[in-house]
């Protein structure tokens, strides 16, 4: 088992529509967990942080955290041609280093 | 503000060439620092960390090696590249303490050849 798993994808919505993308991770000592943004042939660019669980919003972002369950997904509202990006979840289970997994594709269609 | 600054931003090495790629960080003091590579398609392996000067943490045994000779100036090298070293290489740094948000450099693109 992976430490760190995302939806395998690719994930396609329509322009407008809730996109959702979800991670799950193996470590229950986990305590800092982080959403990227990548676009092709970019670095990887921070978009939310959550530490304890429930909700955090930020703008069009909602981030979610479920420690018992071991699951944490970002919500993606009113989807833009310009958030099509691959989105890397990121779990800190050690203070100084994280776990990255694999990305999910996201194709927002006009 | 801090900035994150990697060179170059493309190279195309032939197998069994040496590797140097630099990271230099501004704006901040001791910050934690990181080498990742990331093959197409694929999420981010870490292959070193530093907590500070001389202080280098391998995770990955291959034929890379990092090293931090000054604060905020990290150095990933090889002595002999092989073809599986190709990847999209991403410096990174992060403050010290719980949250360790790390934030990325522009990443140097490696094709072995």
């Known amino acids: 088992q992976k430490e760190v798993e995302q939806n395998s994808g690719p994930l396609s919505v329509p322009e407008g529509a809730i996109a959702s993308l979800n991670c799950t991770y193996s470590d229950r000592g986990s305590q800092s967990f982080f959403w990227y943004r990548q676009y092709s042939g970019k670095s990887p660019e921070l978009i939310m942080s959550?530490?304890?669980?429930g909700d955090k919003e930020d703008g069009r972002f909602t981030a979610q955290l479920n420690k018992a369950s071991q699951y944490v997904s970002l919500l993606i509202r009113d989807s833009q041609p310009s958030d099509s990006a691959t989105y890397l979840c990121?779990?800190?289970?050690?203070?100084?280093?994280?776990?990255f997994g694999d990305g999910t594709t996201l194709t927002v269609k006009p | 503000s801090q900035t994150i600054h990697q060179w170059p931003a493309t190279l195309v090495q032939p197998v069994g060439s040496p590797l140097s790629l630099e990271c230099t960080v501004e704006?901040?003091?001791?910050?934690?620092l990181y080498w990742y590579r990331q093959a197409a398609g694929r999420g981010l392996q870490l292959l070193f960390y530093s907590v500070g000067i001389g202080q280098i943490s391998s995770e990955v045994p291959q034929n890379l090696s990092a090293s931090r000779p000054q604060d905020r100036q990290f150095i990933l090298s090889s002595k002999k590249l092989l073809l599986s070293d190709s990847g999209f290489y991403l410096c990174?740094?992060?403050?010290?303490?719980?949250?360790?948000?790390?934030?990325f450099g522009p990443g140097t693109r490696l094709t072995v050849l």
């Open positions: 990121a779990v800190n289970t050690n203070a100084g280093k994280s776990t």
């Open positions: 704006g901040t003091s001791n910050p934690n």
């Open positions: 990174a740094w992060s403050l010290t303490g719980h949250t360790d948000t790390q934030y």
């Open positions: 959550i530490y304890s669980n």
